[in-house]
């Protein structure tokens, strides 16, 4: 049972063999990013921008940009203030997640995807499972139905 396991281990060290140095020297000395906080911060909004829309629409077209800018904040207000609060807690871990990889330098569109379920799925659910809990008024009669 061992003996597999084993020889993937062993393919795979042999198989980065040529990486191990750079490795090694990345340890030992660190890696030393050459930009600002600003172009940190601003890396991490633009990587954001693209999770809800696309590459394909650019930042600075000033047209498209400043509509789909108020689409994103207003539903991460909508989340913020109507949002139950197991979505509320998710939208915290991905924003503190894009915070770190922003501050490390490593965001990119293709790391964003590995947690945008955290918060594109909360956004997504309580607008779709909404519709069958709604909630009572003050009076603790529910609202009428809009058919």
């Known amino acids: 049972m061992w003996r597999p396991a084993a020889l993937v281990t062993a393919g795979l060290l042999i198989g ?6 750079a ?26 921008y693209c999770l809800f829309v696309s590459e394909s629409i650019a930042p600075w077209v000033w047209g498209l940009n400043l509509s789909v800018a108020a689409a994103i904040a207003i539903s991460l207000a909508i989340l913020c203030f109507y949002g139950p609060r197991p979505a509320l807690r ?19 569109t293709k790391r964003i995807m590995l ?9 997504a659910l309580p607008s779709h499972l ?13 609202p009428p139905r809009m058919n």
């Open 16 to 21: 980065y063999l040529p990486l191990w140095r």
């Open 23 to 48: 490795f090694f020297h990345e340890i030992h000395v660190g890696a030393k990013p050459a930009s600002s906080l600003v172009s940190h911060v601003l890396s991490g909004a633009y990587n954001l």
């Open 90 to 108: 998710y939208a915290a871990f991905f924003l503190f997640v894009l915070a770190i990889m922003s501050a490390m330098g490593i965001v990119t």
């Open 115 to 123: 947690i945008a379920p955290w918060l594109l799925l909360r956004l």
């Open 130 to 142: 909404g519709a069958g809990s709604r909630k009572t008024s003050r009076n603790g009669r529910q």
